[in-house]
C-alpha cells in the first residue's frame, strides 16, 4: 500500500508548501493505509481512493501552516482534536507537526481502537494520546484545540474554554464563512464565555468547494 498515492500526494503537497521528508511520507502513506483498511467496517469517512486524500488528508493538512506559525509562539505546544473520529484533522497535523505534542479526543469505542491502531502503524504513540472521553470529562489545558466536521460554535464553546490555555486559540475548520458568521451570532447569544474570531481561507488541492479556519480567542 505504501506509495499508492504517491503521485497525487507529490502534487497536494507541493500546492500546499509542505516539505515532509522521507519519515514523514511513511508515517502519511500507513495512516491512509489504516484509513482505507478499517473505513469498510468502521464507516470512519464518506470517502474512498483519491476523493479521501483530497477531501480528508489534503483538507486537514491545509491548516498546517496557520497552525505551524500560532504554533511558534508556545515554547511546547499541546494540540488537542476534539471529536476525532477517524484521526482528522489530527494525525496529518501530527505528522506535519513534529515539534508539538497531539491529545485526540473521541469517545466512540470503535473509533478509538482505530485511532490507537493507527498510531501505531504510523509511529505516532509517543508524541500522540487518545483520550477517549467525553469533553465534558477532559481535564487538561491546551494551547491549539482543533475539530472538523465537529458541533455548531455555540454547542461547545463554553466546554473548550475551559480546556484551552489563557493565550490560546481555537482553529475550527469550517466551509462558508456566512455560515460560520451566523454560527457566532448564536455563540453572543447563548454563551457565557467571550471571544473574538478571524477567519483564515484554506486553499484545498483538488477541492473546489469552500473551506476555511476559524480562529478564535477567548475575551
Not at 23 to 50: C, H, S, T
Not at 199 to 214: D, I, K, N, T
Request: with cysteine; net charge negative.
Amino acid at each position: 500500500m505504501a506509495g499508492k498515492y504517491r503521485k497525487l500526494l507529490d502534487e497536494g503537497l507541493s500546492s500546499l508548501s509542505l516539505d515532509l521528508d522521507q519519515g514523514q511520507r511513511e508515517q502519511l502513506d500507513a495512516y491512509i493505509a489504516e484509513l482505507e483498511l478499517f473505513n469498510p467496517v468502521y464507516k470512519l469517512v464518506a470517502a474512498q481512493g483519491e476523493d479521501l486524500v483530497i477531501r480528508h488528508i489534503f483538507d486537514s493538512l491545509s491548516g498546517v501552516q496557520t497552525l505551524r506559525a500560532l504554533s511558534a509562539a508556545y515554547p511546547s505546544c499541546r494540540i488537542a482534536d476534539f471529536g476525532s473520529g477517524a484521526g482528522l484533522p489530527g494525525i496529518p497535523l501530527a505528522i506535519a507537526l513534529p515539534s508539538c505534542s497531539f491529545t485526540l479526543v473521541e469517545r466512540m469505542g470503535r473509533r478509538v481502537d482505530f485511532l490507537r491502531n493507527a498510531l501505531l502503524r504510523a509511529s505516532l504513540s509517543d508524541r500522540v494520546q487518545v483520550v477517549d472521553r467525553d469533553l465534558k470529562e477532559v481535564k487538561d489545558r491546551f494551547e491549539i484545540i482543533t475539530f472538523r466536521a465537529f458541533h455548531p460554535l455555540a454547542d461547545i464553546l463554553d466546554v473548550v474554554a475551559d480546556l484551552l490555555s489563557e493565550d490560546g486559540y481555537v482553529c475550527a475548520y469550517k466551509a462558508v464563512q456566512e455560515q460560520v458568521e451566523e454560527e457566532l451570532v448564536q455563540v453572543k447569544r447563548t454563551c457565557k464565555s467571550s471571544w473574538t474570531a478571524n477567519f483564515v481561507p484554506l486553499q484545498v488541492p483538488r477541492l473546489e468547494a469552500s473551506r476555511m479556519l476559524c480562529l478564535l480567542q477567548k475575551i
